[in-house]
């Protein structure tokens, strides 16, 4: 039977897929913690980090992962795979990338760049975007 929920184009049979994302390394980052909670903790605790804790989370068709924690750095280097299995081709038609700073109040968001799967796959080709 046709699942009706399919968009027009996509095969009813679909096979399972691996999305691999390599995940390099950040420049630019900024120096000052990019924490709205950075004044009151200071005040409160006594702890004042000007740089960033970052780390990538990547989010595709449902799923969330995250690359480690690079302590105290505005030029980390992670150098990890993310990999995704989900049917091809996917029904989500692009990756979200977000830098973020892990804080022990709230994780907050230093930029965040979307990737469209449309542009980058080819057929016989790897697709490849920097």
Same mark, same amino acid.
């Given at each position: 039977?046709?699942?009706?929920?399919?968009? @027009?184009g996509v095969p009813a049979e679909? &096979? %399972?897929?691996?999305?691999?994302?390599?995940?390099?390394?950040?420049? +630019?980052?900024?120096?000052?913690?990019?924490?709205?909670? $950075?004044?009151?903790?200071?005040?409160?605790? +006594?702890?004042?980090? @000007?740089?960033?804790?970052?780390?990538?989370?990547? $989010?595709?068709?449902?799923?969330?992962?995250?690359?480690?924690? &690079?302590?105290?750095?505005?030029?980390?280097? %992670?150098?990890? &795979?993310?990999?995704?299995?989900?049917?091809?081709?996917?029904?989500?038609?692009?990756?979200?990338?977000?830098?973020?700073?892990? @804080?022990?109040?709230? @994780?907050?968001?230093? +930029?965040?760049?979307?990737?469209?799967?449309?542009?980058?796959?080819?057929?016989?080709?790897?697709g490849k975007v920097e």
């Amino acid at each position: 039977s046709r699942n009706l929920l399919l968009p @027009d184009g996509v095969p009813a049979e679909r &096979q %399972w897929a691996r999305f691999y994302i390599k995940i390099y390394r950040a420049e +630019g980052l900024p120096r000052m913690n990019t924490s709205i909670m $950075a004044n009151v903790k200071k005040a409160l605790i +006594g702890e004042n980090k @000007d740089l960033v804790d970052p780390y990538v989370q990547v $989010a595709f068709a449902g799923q969330k992962v995250s690359t480690s924690i &690079q302590k105290s750095s505005y030029e980390p280097l %992670w150098n990890e &795979q993310i990999i995704f299995t989900e049917m091809f081709p996917p029904l989500c038609k692009r990756i979200k990338i977000q830098i973020r700073d892990s @804080d022990k109040v709230n @994780d907050v968001a230093i +930029g965040t760049h979307f990737i469209d799967l449309r542009k980058i796959s080819n057929e016989g080709d790897k697709g490849k975007v920097e």
